[in-house]
């Protein structure tokens, strides 16, 4: 039976419905794009069949933006020998693989290489979720991700990392050996990138790479570090990839993916010109009927705020807020590591209370999708915590700076969750 208003496009039975999130497959996949990041950090954004688009880290909007050869690769070995490497994504899709639109795949994001039969994406905000399977991996594959996102604590909601859990189920009769490699471009200094650094890094809390940069000074824009870290403990790093032309870089490093190997390079890796790709790979027995949960966290500290839509020369530069709290993007990390448990079981305590309510799915979705706003490069901080925003992101600007009341004072979810950043702007 349709409601009796003709205007609403929803049977009676999907308005009482209790809602649950929205499982995507296909060539619905091909549209999403999920911000990983925290309030005024900037975001990451996860693609519909588990693609990493739209590095919009920079403190500017860049959609489109990837880093090169930055993916997850997944190698499995049974008992008897047999063997399969998948990258962690389901099958390639879209009409617009190149920037002509003609739809051949790049190889500086792995799109020729061996994925997933299949993937579906469960987006329930702030978490998702990718469902992978192909007959021939052995394990059941789950990738979860998120960013802490915590109402009343907008500091802890506002921390610049990624949060990727896999979770390994064997349903097998016997134990399988994983290798998970995660891989991460040293893009620091963009557009004007080179004299890249990346090191090898064990904190006891975290291990993995740290990358700098040496060709901009810290005060500058440009400036800023990265990390691509785990907190398990059977980890292996190469600090950069074998530097070649055309095919070669991917092919060398698939070549040791596929045999489940990874030739561990700890020394500071320097490069003047161009950029590197470090990796790091994560070593799991899963035994039979059981399962493995392994972590990997990408996180980034781009302190330094230009502002970009200034006519001015020089432009003015300010200190983001999450700089000002922690140093760069290896004591993020650390925070993080020191408070995982709180910070993970805070947003899953407010994500089962969004989606354990008894609203009808399309008003779950509506507002689930409008929160995830505030991860995207709408919204900044500034030094002393005050909220800043847009009117919204075009592809590479903000629209209509200065927390515009016209449209801010509309907003409910910073009020209702966030009301100390509500209060700042007013």
Not at 170 to 184: M, R
Not at 284 to 299: C, F, K, Q, Y
Request: aromatic share 12%; net charge negative; hydrophobic share 35%.
């Amino acid at each position: 039976m349709r409601a009796r208003n003709p205007q609403i496009p929803y049977t009676l039975h999907e308005l009482f419905a209790k809602g649950k999130p929205r499982i995507y497959r296909g060539r619905q996949l091909d549209q999403i794009a999920f911000p990983l990041g925290g309030i005024g950090t900037g975001s990451i954004s996860l693609g519909g069949w588990g693609q990493l688009r739209d590095f919009e880290i920079f403190n500017r909007p860049h959609k489109g933006l990837m880093f090169d050869y930055t993916f997850f690769t997944l190698h499995a070995k049974t008992a008897d020998g047999y063997s399969v490497t998948r990258v962690v994504q389901g099958p390639v899709g879209g009409d617009n693989f190149t920037d002509d639109g003609s739809g051949v795949p790049k190889r500086f994001n792995g799109s020729g290489l061996p994925h997933f039969r299949s993937v579906a994406f469960e987006g329930a905000f702030p978490f998702a979720r990718l469902y992978l399977e192909d007959p021939k991996m052995p394990l059941r594959v789950t990738l979860e991700a998120y960013n802490p996102f915590i109402p009343l604590n907008p500091d802890d909601s506002g921390l610049p990392i990624a949060v990727f859990h896999f979770t390994l189920h064997n349903p097998t009769d016997a134990p399988v050996e994983a290798v998970l490699y995660a891989n991460l471009e040293n893009k620091l200094g963009y557009p004007e990138v080179g004299e890249g650094v990346i090191e090898a890094t064990d904190s006891g809390r975290v291990r993995g790479l740290k990358m700098c940069t040496r060709k901009h000074p810290p005060e500058s824009p440009r400036y800023g570090t990265l990390a691509l870290v785990t907190t398990h403990d059977r980890v292996q790093v190469q600090t950069h990839w074998l530097r070649a032309g055309w095919f070669d870089t991917l092919d060398y490093f698939w070549r040791q993916a596929s045999e489940g190997r990874l030739e561990e390079n700890t020394e500071p890796a320097y490069r003047e010109k161009g950029t590197d790709v470090g990796s790091i790979a994560l070593r799991a027995t899963v035994p039979s009927g059981e399962e493995v949960r392994l972590p990997v966290w990408i996180v980034w500290h781009i302190p330094n705020f230009e502002m970009y839509w200034s006519p001015a020369e020089p432009k003015p530069v300010w200190k983001n807020y999450y700089a000002v709290r922690h140093a760069d993007a290896m004591a993020v990390a650390e925070y993080v590591a020191e408070h995982i448990h709180r910070l993970e079981g805070d947003t899953r305590a407010f994500a089962d209370a969004l989606w354990s309510s008894t609203l009808p799915e399309a008003v779950l979705d509506a507002v689930s999708s409008q929160i995830s706003i505030l991860k995207t490069t709408t919204c900044l901080r500034l030094p002393d915590g005050t909220f800043y925003g847009f009117e919204g992101c075009g592809v590479h600007h903000g629209c209509c700076e200065g927390t515009c009341t016209h449209v801010w004072n509309y907003a409910q979810a910073l009020p209702y969750l966030f009301p100390s950043l509500e209060r700042s702007i007013r």
